[in-house]
């Protein structure tokens, strides 16, 4: 992730996010009620950077919705799913 200057992206609830996460991440749960996280995300972070959206584990499917909703209503277009997630990058760590 650090060498191509991507951004990891959590699709998890904050707590969750709260409890651990991939280093470097930021919080952007998809079940928000609101536009206004995505607006700020969208106002600190150029469209043209990758993204590394993920969730908890391969069935979750929060981070697929994300990189949709980032896709079509702001226009980021380098989207790349960890479909392993957060468990995934605790089996790698241990």
Known sequence: ???????PVDARPEW???AG???GAVC????????QAFHEF????????????????PS???S???AIKLRDDFEYANLWLYEGGY????DQTR
């Open 21 to 23: 996460h991939l280093p």
């Open 16 to 18: 969750s996010f709260e």
């Open 87 to 90: 468990e995934d990058y605790l």
């Open 1 to 7: 992730v650090k060498e191509h200057n991507a951004l």
């Open 64 to 66: 697929k919705y994300l």
């Open 42 to 57: 969208s106002s600190q972070h150029p469209k043209t950077r990758p993204l590394v959206i993920y969730c908890g584990e």
């Open 60 to 62: 979750c499917e929060r």
């Open 28 to 35: 952007l749960p998809f079940s928000f009620p609101t536009t």
